[in-house]
Every structure is written in structure tokens, then in C-alpha cells.
């Protein structure tokens, strides 16, 4: 079983997680299972990259927040840290909790 604690980690070369999704060094900070780590293609990010990349701290959250209660930036922050991807500039947030929540529940 895979270790629930998240990591920032940044990707040395082109890779692929468990989740099916390819990082690539130039696409910055991403959140993975510290499980499911690999030295081979990643390292874990600095404070400095996670919080250029995401406006928000390194630290996990201490407790869950709900999407609709969520600024716009955190939503977009959340989006893009669960889909892997930023969201479209115009993307409304009803769509973006409806495919966060779908990915979620995915499993």
C-alpha cells in the first residue's frame, strides 16, 4: 500500500506517474503520493519552486476546505494540482469543481 503523505517533487527528466499523467522538468512543482516517488526521474521541489508555481506554501493543508468555499485563485491552484494541468483561462468554477470532483471520484 502507497503512503498517503504527499509530496511536492519536481521532474529531472520526462516522466510518467502512476496516475498516467507525463511531467517534464519544465512544467513545475507537482503533488504525488511520497509512495510512489521515483529518484530516478524526480526530486522533491524547494519551498521556493512550490510557492512561485502555486502562490500558496509548501505545507500541507491542515484540514479540508471545501471547493465552493475556495477564492478563485485556490480553486485554480486546486485544479491544477489534482488534474495536473492548469484550467482554461476562461473556464467557469462550477466546471472546475465538476471535474475536480469527477476526477476524485474516478477511483
Known amino acids: ?5 504527499k509530496m511536492w517533487v519536481v521532474a529531472k527528466s520526462r516522466g510518467q506517474s502512476p496516475d498516467r499523467l507525463w511531467h517534464a522538468p519544465e512544467d513545475g512543482p507537482f503533488r504525488i503520493e511520497a509512495g510512489l ?3 530516478r526521474w524526480m526530486r522533491e521541489a524547494t519551498e521556493a519552486e512550490v510557492f512561485e ?6 505545507e500541507p493543508a491542515s484540514e479540508a476546505k ?11 491552484a486546486h485544479y491544477e494540482m489534482v488534474m ?4 482554461h ?6 466546471t472546475m469543481i465538476e471535474r475536480v470532483t469527477e476526477r476524485l471520484n474516478a477511483d
Not at 500500500?1 to 503523505?5: G, H, I, K, P, T
Not at 471545501?66 to 485554480?76: K, N, T
Not at 495536473?84 to 484550467?87: A, D, M, Q, V, Y
Request: net charge negative; hydrophobic share 25%.
Open 1 to 5: 500500500m502507497a503512503d498517503e503523505r
Open 37 to 39: 516517488f521515483s529518484e
Open 53 to 58: 508555481s502555486t502562490g500558496q506554501s509548501p
Open 66 to 76: 471545501d471547493m465552493a468555499d475556495m477564492s478563485d485563485d485556490e480553486l485554480r
Open 84 to 87: 495536473g494541468e492548469k484550467p
Open 89 to 94: 483561462h476562461a473556464m467557469k468554477r462550477e
